[in-house]
């Protein structure tokens, strides 16, 4: 899996991957125009969408509807060193039997998103500075 980052202008910036690509930016507080969610709400949906594609998959293998399924994905700032220091994921299932709940749980605990946030991954950085042509 790769993503390639590149600046548009300002705090502007185009991730793209595959034949997709997403605009990130930031609010003008920041020095933005708001023309794209910010990298910390980009984590968010990511964790939201993950959260809601295990829950649909569960729902859907079973033979239950998943029309109306929501994620809600919040989260509060921690400081020293700044980061994303919780999380919440609340899944909305109307009509769901109680029967189902637990199992809808454990689903959305599976999602490869949530499971790298609970176990951090190794990161390497790297600066590249290729000669100027």
Do not use: W
């Not at 790769?2 to 690509?21: C, P, Y």
């Not at 990298?39 to 293998?61: N, R």
């Amino acid at each position: 899996m790769e993503i390639k980052v590149k600046r548009l202008d300002n705090m502007r910036f185009e991730a793209s991957t595959r034949s997709h690509r997403v605009i990130c930016d930031q609010p003008p507080a920041n020095g933005g125009e708001d023309d794209g969610m910010s990298p910390p709400e980009f984590l968010l949906v990511s964790l939201g969408t993950c959260a809601e594609f295990y829950a649909v998959q569960y729902l859907i293998t079973r033979g239950l509807p998943a029309n109306g399924v929501e994620v809600t994905v919040s989260a509060e700032k921690a400081a020293h060193p700044a980061r994303l220091g919780s999380f919440r994921i609340e899944v909305t299932v109307p009509g769901l039997d109680p029967a189902h709940e637990a199992g809808v749980l454990r689903s959305v605990k599976a999602c490869l998103v949530h499971n790298t946030l609970l176990n951090a991954p190794a990161i390497e950085t790297v600066v590249r500075m290729p000669a100027i042509a």
